[in-house]
């Protein structure tokens, strides 16, 4: 069974600092893809970043990159320079090749950023 | 502008009523999706489409239903059997199967009067 786990309900960052968002994930599929998406209070599921179980390199876009450690699988989400804009919930999903395109999804993390 | 829509915003639910949530693309995506959210929660998936004239159930499928007769269009009935049926509901596509991004509308949040 797949499972992805955000164990953070809630974060705190002052503007302009880094934060990362923690997301662990469980598959028995071999090849499978972790993304990351940003929930504002308007409800629109917004794509940030995107990870291939064979990339070597962590994705990177902007000021989001994805932390992604195979062997401990996770795959942390770390936001440069924050901004007021940044509040938001975040939710990490993961799909596997063998699943029919579904998204699985983790229950979220509320980020906050502080002026 | 391409993109997803979803309408209404906002609906209402009589008891032992259906009512049909609308979901347009014009991303010439191949494959819909439909998710339901509850509140502080992740998205589970209720149905989806990877070509016109065929879909699956997903996760929690009963009490809704779904048609793809075009490629651009995946309604989502919510029937009376839905005991439940609060909730945001966010429609989804992506380019067809593979690793592609699924990409989101708006969400219409559903309420039961």
């Known amino acids: 069974a797949q499972k992805i786990t955000q164990t953070q309900p809630g974060m705190f960052v002052q503007e302009k600092e880094a934060v990362t968002l923690d997301c662990t994930y469980d598959t028995s599929d071999q090849s499978y893809g972790l993304f990351w998406y940003k929930q504002p209070s308007s409800g629109e599921m917004i794509f940030l970043i995107y990870?291939?179980?064979?990339?070597?390199q962590n994705a990177t876009e902007g000021r989001y990159s994805l932390n992604f450690q195979k062997a401990r699988k996770s795959a942390n989400l770390v936001i440069s320079a924050s901004q007021l804009g940044d509040s938001a919930m975040y939710f990490c999903?993961?799909?596997?090749?063998?699943?029919?395109?579904?998204?699985?999804f983790g229950q979220g993390t509320e980020l906050s950023v502080k002026p | 502008d391409g993109g997803i829509t979803q309408s209404p915003k906002y609906l209402f639910r009589k008891e032992g009523q259906n009512v049909t949530l609308s979901c347009e693309q014009n991303l010439n995506h191949d494959a819909m999706y439909w998710y339901r959210q509850d509140p502080g929660q992740g998205l589970r998936l209720i149905y989806y489409?990877?070509?016109?004239?065929?879909?699956q159930k997903g996760d929690i499928a009963e009490g809704y239903s779904v048609s793809r007769e075009k490629k651009e269009s995946f309604p989502l009935t919510v029937t009376s059997a839905q005991k439940n049926p609060t909730a945001f509901y966010l429609c989804?596509?992506?380019?067809?199967?593979?690793?592609?991004?699924?990409?989101f509308g708006p969400g219409t949040r559903l309420l039961v009067l």
């Open positions: 990870q291939g179980s064979y990339d070597e």
């Open positions: 489409s990877q070509i016109v004239n065929d879909f």
């Open positions: 999903a993961m799909r596997g090749d063998n699943q029919g395109g579904k998204l699985i």
């Open positions: 989804a596509s992506s380019i067809g199967r593979g690793q592609e991004t699924q990409y």
